[in-house]
């Protein structure tokens, strides 16, 4: 069974840095795009960031300059290193993995996340 596990996740003032880790485990025959997405509390879930499996990034233009995605494909892992936290990015954060395995063709996963409160 695939698994996708965040840390990193947790409470900072506005100005401050976290990074969150991802780590997909199992069955796992190859990855594809890695990304982290984000729901704030009565809002929708929206993407924030995603990488491909040569490395290019992608954001949206709110985390721009700010946010960095990374990833070690050696350990199945992604990274979002987030900079100049402003109050408006408190949320829950997902990974997510579109990745095949031994038992499922491409498909994306997603971990359980971890919650990220700025403090202004």
């Known amino acids: 069974q695939v698994q996708l596990v965040e840390s990193g996740g947790g409470f900072v003032q506005a100005g401050g840095s976290l990074r969150l880790s991802c780590a997909a485990s199992?069955?796992?025959?190859?990855?594809?795009?890695m990304g982290w997405y984000r729901q704030a509390p009565g809002k929708q879930r929206e993407w924030v960031a995603t990488?491909?499996?040569?490395?290019?990034?992608n954001y949206v233009d709110s985390v721009k300059g700010r946010f960095t995605i990374s990833r070690d494909n050696a350990k199945n892992t992604v990274y979002l290193q987030m900079n100049s936290l402003k109050p408006e990015d408190t949320a829950v954060y997902y990974c997510?993995?579109?990745?095949?395995?031994?038992?499922?063709?491409?498909?994306?996963?997603w971990g359980q996340g971890t919650q990220v409160n700025v403090s202004s």
């Open positions: 997510n993995a579109n990745l095949r395995s031994d038992y499922s063709y491409f498909r994306d996963y």
């Open positions: 199992g069955r796992i025959v190859s990855i594809n795009a």
């Open positions: 990488i491909s499996r040569d490395g290019t990034p």
